[in-house]
């Protein structure tokens, strides 16, 4: 059975960081590009990142700027997203989803799988 459990979020002041997790299990992790997508109350969902198989490439969405880092670790079937200088236009749920045909990776319709999600909140 497929598992995908996000942690890490929660309230954060803006211009403060923080990382999110991504335990994955039930599928060949290293055969899955993975990605973090994120969706703001009443918006549609947004592409963040993605990382591909073996690491080598990594994607963000405009918005990012630099700001934040995806990062995998093939050996525990994880992915983390760390987030620095969080904006309150950040504050979104937080999903994370593997991708096994890896054909656009910024399109959330591609994605195999998908978490329940991480609430991350951003104070002004």
């Known amino acids: 059975q497929v598992q995908l459990v996000e942690s890490g979020g929660g309230l954060v002041q803006a211009g403060g960081s923080l990382r999110l997790s991504c335990a994955a299990s039930?599928?060949?992790?290293?055969?899955?590009?993975m990605g973090w997508f994120r969706q703001a109350p009443g918006k549609e969902r947004e592409f963040v990142a993605a990382v591909t198989r073996s690491a080598y490439s990594t994607f963000y969405g405009d918005f990012v700027k630099g700001r934040f880092t995806i990062s995998r670790d093939n050996a525990k079937n994880m992915v983390y997203l760390q987030m620095n200088s969080l904006k309150p236009e950040d504050t979104a749920v937080y999903y994370c989803?593997?991708?096994?045909?890896?054909?656009?990776?910024?399109?959330?319709?591609?994605?195999?799988?998908w978490g329940q999600g991480t609430q991350v909140t951003v104070s002004s």
């Open positions: 039930g599928f060949t992790f290293g055969a899955a590009v």
């Open positions: 989803a593997a991708d096994l045909t890896a054909s656009n990776v910024r399109r959330g319709t591609e994605y195999d799988y």
